[in-house]
């Protein structure tokens, strides 16, 4: 449907055009001296200076795995969590805990549990579905590397990240 | 032809490459390569940003842990930016007119750096003027000189034998065309009251009288002074809008527009040659800078400083006031661009031909007419 563009009438002043010019150069100018003198604050100097402690909590970075206050690897190896993930970043090896350990009763850890850091979405999906409260997503987002390798995080890897896990689990809690 | 063998032409030619030396490599090109920097810096705070603000050696590519930076904030830039032009691979593409492909940076290059050769930039120092060429047709022959810097523009675009260079060359020419005639005209009402084309006289003639634009930095403001103010106001007005058209920058940027012609003139072309268009630009910004200092600031002038016949410090001060008035241009040219959107074609061409050149011949009979009157 054709219609007819508005045509504003120009007051001579807008035709002129000079004081548009210079009230645009004022806004510069004006953005230019808030820059130097320092009074706007919007840059960050990355490697120095980090948004870190302005994380909100339910920030989604690495997944990681966690123990629990006695040391015990919390995974079970039930590998929920390898077939949940999307991009299939997770490749989990159960084994069978021997008998003379301590923690028998468990009956099931990971002997390999790599995450492919190249693949993960950060989604979280993975922590969600755990039953065991065993991964969580931390906070480190810069994870990088010079190779492929490198960027599969095995399973010592992702308990150095992860570290210890104390606290009531969530489904034992009735406040979540 | 005894003058041939005499030791004046040696001392003249002696000083003369000392002069140029002095201007291109010390001064001009420097400058040039820091305005770039400039650009990006104030550009970046204009919106903001900081911009480039630090500067280093990569050597973790060498196996190093951490990269060497260097403690000048951002200063190393630019020798990063020349080393990055050298280095980079030239590439010419196979369906271009060589020699024209070979020539026009050249072209876009020399004129802009040939200019500056008329231009006085100081005063005197150790009673040799500072000024390479001082001829008395200067303003002629800077306008000569720089109109064959389309040459370089619009062989660039026919050259590459590609549609969007060539859309870019063919604007260059009528843009720069047509508002040649502005700046030629909106010069003479300074021919007029300083009464000579040379921009030594020029220059002496506002060290006397008062700046054009400022005519009482001489201490005395006589009714004529205040008269010739309006159409000297008139004139650096539509000069510096002509100036903006000649050199290319926004908000006249039409042969360079990137969102209609990727890059305009110089899209084929790479590495240095691509470099010698950009400081082709830049150079051609200092040299409109210095004539617009030269005409209507007062050159090297500064109320209360005594000129170089006073000692060599005095020549070194007015070389610094006349390069610390370009800069001060310079920072305009940059500002100007990062605040004004870029014009249509036709609406540039209307303000070239119906406006900038009206106005500058009427302000021609207006600047005679009160020189009729009070002289």
Known sequence: MAYVVPRPNLTWKEKIYLPSIIAGLMTTLKHFRKMLTGETKVVMQYPEEKWDSHMPEHYRGAPTLVKDTHGRERCVACQLCEFICPPRAITIKPEEIPAESKW?????????FEI??????YCGMCEEVC??????????????????????????KLYE???????????????? | MDFLGSPDLWMLIAAS?????FLIFLVVLPMVSYTVYAERRVSAMIQDRLGPNRVGFPTTLLGFKKDLELPLGGLGQPIADALKFLLKEDFVPAHVNKPYFWLAPCLAMVPSIVVLAAIPFGSTFLGEKMVVADINVGLLFIFAIASVGVYGIVLAGWASNSKYPFLGGIR???????????????????????GATSLTKITDYQVANGWLLFPFTDGKLSGSEVLLWIPALIAFITFTVCMFAETNRLPFDLPES????????????????????FLGEYTAMIAGSALVVVLFFGGWHLPFIPDGSAGWFWGLVNITVFFGKVAALLFVFIWVRWTLPRFRFDQLMKIGWLYIFEIALVNIFLTAGILAFTK
């Open chain 1, 104 to 112: 028998a009763k468990v009956e099931k850890r990971p002997q390999e």
């Open chain 1, 161 to 176: 990240l992860g570290g210890v896990f104390d606290g009531l689990v969530h489904k034992w809690n009735p406040l979540k």
């Open chain 2, 17 to 21: 490459v000392a002069k140029t030396i």
């Open chain 1, 116 to 121: 492919d850091m190249i693949r993960c979405i």
């Open chain 2, 172 to 194: 260059s020419s009528s843009q720069m065309i047509s508002y040649e005639l502005g700046l030629g005209l909106s010069a003479v009402p300074v021919l007029l009251i300083a």
């Open chain 2, 258 to 277: 990137e969102t209609e012609l990727v890059a305009g003139y110089h899209t084929e072309y790479s590495s240095m040659k691509f470099a010698l268009f």
């Open chain 1, 131 to 156: 039953p065991e409260q065993a991964i969580f997503l931390r906070k480190d987002y810069a994870i990088t590397g010079t190779t492929r390798e490198e960027m599969v995080h095995d399973k010592q």
